[in-house]
């Protein structure tokens, strides 16, 4: 497999390059951890992206709660003018906990690197994050279901 | 080019990323030397399976911090253009991606992923710009391996 068909076929399955077409003006897609979450009920406001508040889990872990944002231990304040009935303020959110955004509002993507404060939970905690690969055999295969045993993870690239 | 990650029985982990050659060999290329240490590598495993957190190559909380250093607004803004670049790729608007990839580059010019991952797309001018900037290197092409902490903490 050359450089260019390991990048369609990783791109193929982190993904979905079929849902890049035309855009309805309420829908969005969003990368963020290597995904691409499509939303169908989002709006723009220049650069800024409002979100369906239910749709934030899907996209970073974080739900809203009376006291923040909070993923885990983590809990960030939520001041009011970043939600507006139902609609959360991903940009503004983005923008509070230092999290980089690079957008194409014309082609309705936002693209997000990570949060630093969810970086700095996993250098605290050291704990590793749990993902699942297919095996030789194409069944999916947890990290967790070694716990208990002492894992090298190797992982490979040409160069 | 293969790189380990040790994960201990709690699921903490022990050592981020870093080269993982089962084998020693020192080739060169371009005048330059490519070195792996792999017998290192392997004895520091065995170390850890033997001694758990006991052993010298079990990272502190300290040493593991200074590993895992966090990534500049140019890194990270770098890797949000590079996904955006394979969202357009993917979804066959080629110039949209050469933006990106290009961007990505010139935010982070020390990635290789970028280069290599942009190169592809030039398979006739790769092995040129890849030669080109392999002999510009000052650092070793392959990291080299830094299996235990410094004695005294610092850099």
Redesign the interface.
């Known amino acids: 497999m050359?450089?260019?068909e390991f990048?369609?076929a990783m791109?193929?399955t982190m993904?979905l390059?079929a849902t890049?077409?035309a855009q309805s003006a309420s829908r969005a897609?969003v990368?963020y951890d290597?995904r691409?979450i499509v939303l169908n009920r989002a709006t723009a406001d220049g650069d800024a992206l409002w979100i369906q508040t239910a749709d934030l889990s899907s996209i970073n872990g974080f739900e809203l709660k009376p006291q923040g944002a909070c993923r885990e231990d983590i809990c960030i304040p939520i001041p009011r003018p970043m939600i507006n009935g139902t609609r959360f303020n991903l940009s503004a959110f983005a923008q509070r906990v230092g999290q980089?955004?690079?957008a194409?509002p014309v082609?309705r993507?936002w693209?997000?690197?990570?949060i630093?404060v969810v970086?700095g939970a996993f250098?605290e905690?050291?704990?590793?994050p749990?993902f699942s690969v297919p095996d030789r055999k194409g069944r999916l295969v947890r990290?967790?279901q070694f716990?208990?045993?002492?894992?090298?993870?190797?992982?490979?690239?040409?160069? | 080019?293969?790189?380990?990650?040790?994960?201990?029985?709690?699921?903490?982990?022990v050592r981020p990323g870093e080269p993982?050659w089962t084998t020693s060999r020192t080739s060169t290329f371009g005048g330059k030397a490519l070195v792996t240490e792999g017998a290192e590598y392997v004895a520091a495993?065995r170390d850890?399976?033997a001694k758990?957190d006991k052993s010298v190559y079990a990272l502190s909380?300290a040493e593991?911090?200074r590993r895992?250093q966090?990534?500049s607004?140019n890194e990270?803004?770098a890797?949000?253009?590079f996904?955006?670049a394979?969202?357009?790729?993917?979804?066959k608007?080629p110039e949209?991606a050469k933006k990106?990839f290009e961007r990505a580059q010139q935010l982070n010019p020390d990635d290789?992923?970028y280069h290599?991952?942009d190169w592809?797309?030039t398979?006739g001018e790769a092995g040129a710009k890849w030669l080109d900037k392999f002999q510009k290197l000052e650092a070793p092409y392959y990291p080299k391996l830094e299996l235990k902490p410094k004695p005294d903490g610092r850099d």
């Open positions: 050359d450089r260019r990048l369609r791109g193929g993904m390059p890049l077409g897609t990368l290597g691409a980089r955004v690079v194409d082609m993507v693209s997000f690197g990570e630093p970086r250098l905690s050291r704990q590793s749990d990290l967790s716990r208990g045993r002492k894992l090298l993870v190797v992982t490979w690239a040409s160069w | 080019v293969p790189t380990g990650v040790w994960i201990d029985e709690r699921g903490r982990v993982a495993i850890w399976v758990g909380d593991f911090a895992v966090p990534r607004p990270v803004d890797e949000a253009n996904a955006l394979v969202w357009f790729h993917h979804g608007h949209l990106h290789w992923n290599r991952q592809s797309f398979p």
